[in-house]
């Protein structure tokens, strides 16, 4: 069993839709990290989120943090093809841990 | 600055076989991690450790070993590879441990 759960585990899409990918926890977690991956590399950093409630803006991408600290959501709007790519969640724990990831496929 | 670096890229083993995989930071991180990511299982962590000297280990430690005896290098060990450690593997640095993690671009192992 994992730690945090990512939903779904797959998502296809067309061009311009919009879709949201969540994180959930049975844990509280000082902190949430969104991560981005593309194939054959490793990810990188897209957020973080502190705050209970928090909700973080970065163009088209919207990440907010659940109240209780234990869940976590990404919203796109408008998806491009350059979003494809491999999302992954990962919270401060004792150590970082991370979900099982949502790879997202946008179709021109 | 390079960043994290790995090597090998790529690297194929038979059973039984020992081998190290190489990692190393120029960011002057005191935190460095190893992870291994399989297909649904998402990056799940091997070893840690939080300066030099100091190693601890994760949630998937078993049939790996590491040491830290500087700042920039963190190798991982495989001592007696088996099938099951087939996966790609992924060296990762950061100032704390809890904030930004930096990737390496990863080494994919396959053990026949």
């Known amino acids: 069993t994992q730690l945090l759960e990512q939903s779904p585990q797959f998502l296809s899409i067309q061009e311009g839709e919009n879709l949201t990918v969540y994180c959930n926890s049975s844990?509280?977690?000082?902190?949430l990290q969104w991560y981005r991956q593309e194939p054959g590399e490793g990810p990188v950093l897209l957020v973080t989120?502190?705050?209970?409630?928090e909700v973080k803006k970065l163009k088209r991408l919207t990440f907010q943090f659940g109240d209780a600290r234990k869940d976590s959501s990404l919203h796109i709007t408008a998806a491009q093809p350059g979003d494809t790519g491999l999302y992954l969640c990962a919270g401060a724990y004792n150590d970082m841990r991370f979900g099982a990831g949502t790879r997202l496929t946008v179709k021109p | 600055n390079a960043g994290v670096t790995q090597t090998p890229k790529f690297q194929v083993l038979k059973t039984g076989q020992s081998m190290t995989l190489q990692c190393a930071q120029d960011?002057?991180?005191?935190?460095m991690s190893w992870y291994r990511q399989d297909p649904g299982m998402g990056l799940r962590l091997i070893h840690y450790s939080v300066g030099a000297g100091i190693t601890d280990q994760g949630e998937v430690p078993n049939g790996y070993n590491v040491s830290r005896s500087t700042t920039e290098d963190f190798p991982l060990r495989l001592l007696s590879a088996a099938p099951s450690q087939t996966s790609v593997y992924f060296c990762?640095?950061?100032?704390?441990?809890?904030?930004?993690?930096?990737f390496g671009p990863g080494t994919r192992l396959t053990v026949l």
């Open positions: 990762a640095s950061s100032y704390d441990g809890k904030d930004t993690q930096y």
């Open positions: 844990s509280v977690f000082s902190s």
């Open positions: 989120v502190v705050t209970g409630g």
């Open positions: 960011m002057n991180h005191e935190y």
